[in-house]
């Protein structure tokens, strides 16, 4: 991946296509984990990719692309969380599954929408992005110590929450 970072950064677009296509799951999986619309997590997302392409020059160390993409992904859920503050939308039909989230299990992707967004985010970063502590506390401006307390905390909510919906399911089929 760093040869094809420094690539992009000196001006091979094709290389930094790649770059996008190579890490577009886990910005839409750290996009998923903030915004709860579609529309606004592939605005995200775009956003996200504009931004890259724009500061690619600024990356120092190519090793840490993806945890830099990944933290330009957050500011821009953030941002539009932000413009958005104090709008409510008058029609909310519920979403289509995505073809990305076929291949997580319904209970599983309903526990964890079910969440914090604090839970959701580190259990995505950590789990569904393979992002290591170390980056994560890097990304989310914590130290270490706090990311795997965030990480034991947000293991335990998912834990109790996908329970809850377990007894529920157990008691319609009685």
Not at 60 to 87: A, E
Not at 102 to 130: G, V, W
Request: with cysteine.
């Amino acid at each position: 991946m760093d040869r094809l970072v420094r690539k992009a950064q000196s001006g091979d677009k094709a290389a930094f296509v790649r770059l996008i296509e190579d890490n577009q799951l886990s910005m839409y999986r750290a996009a998923k984990a903030i915004l709860h619309q579609e529309a606004d997590v592939e605005d995200a997302v775009q956003e996200a990719i504009c931004r890259t392409f724009d500061k690619l020059y600024t990356l120092r160390q190519p090793k840490f692309f993806k945890t830099w993409l990944t933290r330009i992904v957050i500011n821009c859920c953030y941002d539009i969380l932000r413009q958005q503050k104090g709008l409510y939308p008058l029609d909310v039909l519920p979403e289509e599954p995505r073809e990305e989230d076929m291949d997580t299990p319904l209970d599983i992707q309903a526990a964890l929408k079910s969440l914090s967004e604090n839970d959701r985010l580190i259990l995505t970063l950590y789990y569904l992005n393979d992002l290591p502590v170390k980056e994560i506390a890097k990304l989310l401006s914590i130290s270490e110590g706090a990311a795997k307390m965030r990480l034991s905390t947000g293991r335990k909510h998912f834990r109790e929450k996908l329970e809850l919906r377990e007894e529920a399911g157990s008691q319609w089929q009685r």
